[in-house]
């Protein structure tokens, strides 16, 4: 297959245009969101959507998060990524394959049917996990597109693929929230360094390679500003997969925690890596597609049992 977006490569960094469409399908009344939410997607590459789950359910995804917070030998090994130099979790991946509820969660028609419609496909579950970033040790997230990772990584072909963090607390400006480049996702960022083998050992805690340079950072940053969207538990931030985003440490008392899906659409399934010989574990990149089948109606505690 043709690499459109050859990245890790040339010896010094690029932009390139992105060659798919952000907004797949033209908006229509019977969207799961309005017009000005799709035009906003598809302009600034991010919607926040506010109210979308209930207190009760805020307080049922809370307690899962924390049951699995507090038991990590109980999931696979594997997925339970922990802060560099420290045994703080900062990660825990494949959740919507570890909780029932969580794999709810993912095929929520609140979230799901947006997903589908934006990327005018069914879609499956690219990626899921945990992330956690506990008060006074929860590490930086630097400046990154995942869809060059995912590309170059993983061998997914096109940018038809977008992220749904799920606030479980309070994210304010204090403590580490997501910061976006609005606009960022119409160009692609080309990175350099040759990947060196089994790279997601070390990326997972600290990723060294696929990092763009300041310079573009920069550029990019002082074109189009940064934005760092906040919200009470239940808000939902979803960004397209080519947007440049990042976080700073959480230098506070009080955790950040979200539940992060990533929804690809079923015609975007992996190839072969474009940049490494071997393709990175399925609990990070998966391989297999199980389409995602919205489901209707509230979480309960029967979904969790």
């Not at 977008?162 to 304010?172: C, D, I, K």
């Not at 969207?229 to 230098?251: E, K, Q, R």
Request: charged fraction near 25%; charge should be negative.
């Amino acid at each position: 297959m043709t690499d459109l977006y050859p990245s890790r490569i040339a010896p010094e960094p690029e932009m390139l245009p992105r060659q798919d469409p952000v907004l797949h399908r033209p908006w229509t009344p019977e969207a799961p969101v309005t017009r000005e939410q799709a035009e906003q997607f598809d302009r600034d590459g991010y919607l926040v959507l506010d109210g979308i789950f209930s207190p009760e359910e805020v307080t049922l995804l809370q307690r899962e998060a924390g049951r699995l917070l507090a038991d990590p030998d109980a999931l696979d090994a594997e997925t339970v990524i922990t802060e560099p130099g420290g045994t703080e979790v900062r990660s825990i991946f494949e959740i919507h394959a570890q909780s029932r509820l969580m794999k709810r969660l993912a095929a929520d028609a609140r979230l799901a049917e947006v997903a589908r419609f934006l990327l005018d496909d069914a879609v499956y579950i690219h990626q899921s996990r945990l992330n956690y970033k506990p008060g006074f040790q929860g590490k930086e997230f630097y400046w990154h597109s995942d869809f060059e990772t995912w590309h170059v990584e993983d061998g997914m072909p096109r940018m038809r693929a977008l992220s749904m963090s799920v606030l479980l607390a309070e994210n304010n400006a204090n403590n580490g929230p997501l910061m976006l480049i609005p606009r960022s996702h119409r160009l692609f960022l080309t990175c350099v360094g040759r990947t060196p083998a089994n790279h997601y050992k070390v990326s997972l805690k600290k990723q060294e390679y696929g990092v763009p340079d300041e310079d573009s950072l920069a550029e990019l940053a002082h074109g189009n500003g940064i934005v760092a969207p906040v919200g009470p538990p239940g808000t939902v931030i979803l960004f397209d997969c080519n947007m440049m985003h990042g976080s700073n440490g959480n230098i506070t008392p009080f955790p950040r925690a979200n539940a992060f899906f990533v929804y690809n659409a079923v015609s975007n399934r992996l190839q072969a890596p474009f940049g490494v010989d071997t393709p990175r574990p399925r609990f990070i990149a998966a391989r297999e597609v199980e389409e995602v089948c919205p489901v209707a109606g509230p979480l309960t505690e029967k979904v969790a049992a």
